[in-house]
């Protein structure tokens, strides 16, 4: 299996500020990776897909990147509604595999 | 507008099968790239991928799961089906069916959980 490993685990950042998610992938998966929201009690909202691509709706203050195995989740200008876990997907190979999730706090 | 909701049996003891439904709308699984995925969420913890099925009829399943997994679908109607046999307290989660096309999934329904308990 692909072993997606995201840190960090937990962050805590003021409003305004700038944070950055990583998922680093145990083989390649090429651009097969997405990212999604999750709030309390709800299900997960796709908010990256293909590695770079921000999903319709979605801020532009969100964006994705990726050098080599390692993909990136950058949030600018951060607001109170973006607090909540994020996760990373891989979806290259079944069995298609998350990361273990990052919780945003907004300070 | 596409919806997906997840129905099923809410308690069951350890050693039943569990069975699942994806009702949807708004797409269809005979649309090609179209496939629908089964994810589960223990409590407080981490995403996992069981299964998907595709317009093709193609499956995928998760291996970790040792062959207790199957899904399949009912075109017609609009409905996707998962069943797990021999569950015991682990399967305790709150599961979800989701959209993909061509790409990721998309569109998740709310989920439903799922308890297993003596």
């Known amino acids: 299996d692909i072993q997606m490993t995201q840190s960090p685990s937990s962050m805590s950042a003021s409003l305004g500020d700038t944070v950055t998610i990583t998922c680093l992938a145990s083989?390649?998966?090429?651009?097969?990776l997405s990212w999604y929201q999750q709030k309390p009690g709800k299900s997960p909202k796709l908010m990256i897909y293909g590695a770079t691509n921000l999903e319709d709706g979605v801020p532009s203050r969100f964006s994705g990147s990726r050098s080599g195995s390692d993909y990136s989740l950058t949030i600018n200008s951060l607001g109170y509604d973006d607090e909540g876990i994020y996760h990373c997907h891989q979806y290259y190979e079944y069995p298609f595999t998350f990361g273990s999730g990052t919780k945003l706090e907004i300070k | 507008q596409v919806t997906l909701k997840e129905s099923g049996t809410g308690i069951l003891q350890p050693s039943q099968a569990l069975s699942l439904t994806c009702s949807f709308s708004g797409f269809s699984l005979s649309t090609t790239g179209i496939c629908v995925s089964w994810i589960r969420q223990p409590s407080g913890k981490g995403l996992e991928w069981l299964a998907d099925?595709?317009?093709?009829?193609?499956?995928g399943y998760n291996p970790s799961l040792k062959n207790r997994l199957s899904i399949s679908k009912d075109t017609s109607n609009n409905q996707a089906f998962l069943k797990i046999t021999s569950v015991d307290t682990a399967d305790t989660a709150t599961y979800y069916c989701?959209?993909?096309?061509?790409?990721?999934?998309?569109?998740w329904g709310q989920g439903v959980m799922v308890t297993v308990s003596s």
């Open positions: 083989q390649d998966i090429g651009n097969y």
């Open positions: 989701a959209r993909g096309y061509y790409s990721s999934s998309d569109y």
């Open positions: 099925i595709c317009w093709d009829d193609g499956k």
